[in-house]
């Protein structure tokens, strides 16, 4: 059983141009969450969705930043206008419905540097 | 303001003991605290999850308490190994939204042959 895949797993984006992140959860999982890491900062939660279904955005930026996990196909994380501060790993976890909902799998990041 | 504590200094131990880490937290009363560990350059690998009704679940090498009323929960590593070298995050369910996980900084653990 893959784990979950992500691509690409680094990207190099000039100020002003677009970011698109990529997320295959688990075979079977239907939960997607995206985080963010910084340098020397922890993970930090930004957006949970279900398929088709964004639960909860709490910790998206208002502006450039968005999230959808269509009825087929990966997850996407969309930076739009990308500033130097947006560099970090992204990370998109998975967890299956049902009891074990609270374990999430994480998949090995995209590293964004913008230029 | 809800805060997570994890120790920043890395924890030098040798082979063979028992590797100890402490995450603590304030402002939260989280229904389920989680441990990870994270390579360099990976994503987090799922370790343990404990229940706030639970004081102490084990796995293997593996044990952590969760102590709600010191707000604590200790993380134990017996008979460590150099492959256990890592980083590891603590992370709670926040309170604002169930499936948020809110994460520590983590604690490097570096085990000497």
């Known amino acids: 059983n893959a784990g979950v895949m992500q691509n690409p797993r680094h990207l190099v984006r000039r100020r002003g141009q677009e970011a698109r992140l990529r997320c295959s959860p688990m075979k079977g999982h239907s939960h997607v969450y995206w985080y963010r890491q910084l340098p020397e900062e922890g993970l930090k939660f930004m957006v949970y969705?279900?398929?088709?279904?964004?639960?909860?955005e709490s910790g998206m930026p208002k502006e450039r930043f968005s999230a959808e996990f269509p009825k087929e196909g990966p997850s996407i994380l969309r930076i739009q206008q990308v500033v130097r501060g947006d560099s970090a790993a992204y990370f998109c976890a998975s967890s299956p419905p049902g009891q074990a909902v609270y374990e999430q799998y994480f998949g090995p990041g995209t590293r964004l540097t913008v230029t | 303001s809800q805060k997570i504590e994890q120790n920043s200094e890395a924890l030098n131990i040798q082979e063979g003991k028992t590797a100890t880490l402490t995450c603590n937290y304030t402002n939260y009363s989280p229904a389920y605290l989680q441990w990870y560990r994270q390579d360099p350059g990976r994503g987090p690998v799922f370790l343990l999850l404990?229940?706030?009704?639970?004081k102490e679940k084990r796995k293997e090498r593996l044990k952590v308490t969760f102590d709600t009323t010191l707000k604590q929960s200790l993380f134990h590593i017996t008979a460590s190994q150099p492959a256990d070298s890592a980083t590891y995050l603590c992370a709670l369910l926040g309170n604002t939204g169930f499936q948020k996980l809110v994460f520590g900084t983590g604690t490097r653990l570096l085990v000497s042959p």
């Open positions: 969705l279900q398929k088709e279904n964004i639960i909860d």
């Open positions: 404990i229940r706030e009704n639970e």
